[in-house]
């Protein structure tokens, strides 16, 4: 069992950046790719980025690719999202996710999940 915790979260003007984390429990971390979500109000969720177990390889949605960056810290037990140049778009409810799968990770099929984390970007 993974349990997943996300931080970072506000409100913030366009333009910004903003870091959200996502702390993990389990003791064997480093076996699960992981990824970020989000999901607007009325819409489905959505992949914004994911990262292999090994931290060498990362997928992004196309609307973020340049702007976001995922990164993770294996010592730590924890994965990051760091988000530049915020758009009023990308207000959602970001989510931590995890996986031991090693492909598809652009897929909503994780195992676990976080409870999410609020990001508000006004224009």
């Known amino acids: 069992q993974v349990q997943l915790v996300e931080a970072g979260g506000g409100s913030v003007q366009a333009g910004v950046s903003l870091r959200l984390s996502c702390a993990a429990s389990?003791?064997?971390?480093?076996?699960?790719?992981m990824g970020w979500f989000r999901q607007a109000p009325g819409k489905e969720r959505e992949f914004v980025a994911a990262?292999?177990?090994?931290?060498?390889?990362?997928y992004y949605a196309d609307s973020v690719k340049g702007r976001f960056t995922i990164s993770r810290e294996n010592a730590v037990n924890t994965v990051y999202l760091q988000m530049n140049s915020l758009k009023s778009d990308d207000t959602a409810v970001y989510y931590c996710?995890?996986?031991?799968?090693?492909?598809?990770?652009?897929?909503?099929?994780?195992?676990?999940w976080g409870q999410g984390t609020q990001v508000t970007v006004s224009s």
């Open positions: 996710a995890a996986t031991p799968r090693r492909s598809g990770l652009g897929s909503t099929s994780y195992d676990y």
């Open positions: 990262i292999s177990w090994d931290g060498i390889t990362t």
């Open positions: 389990a003791r064997t971390f480093s076996m699960y790719s």
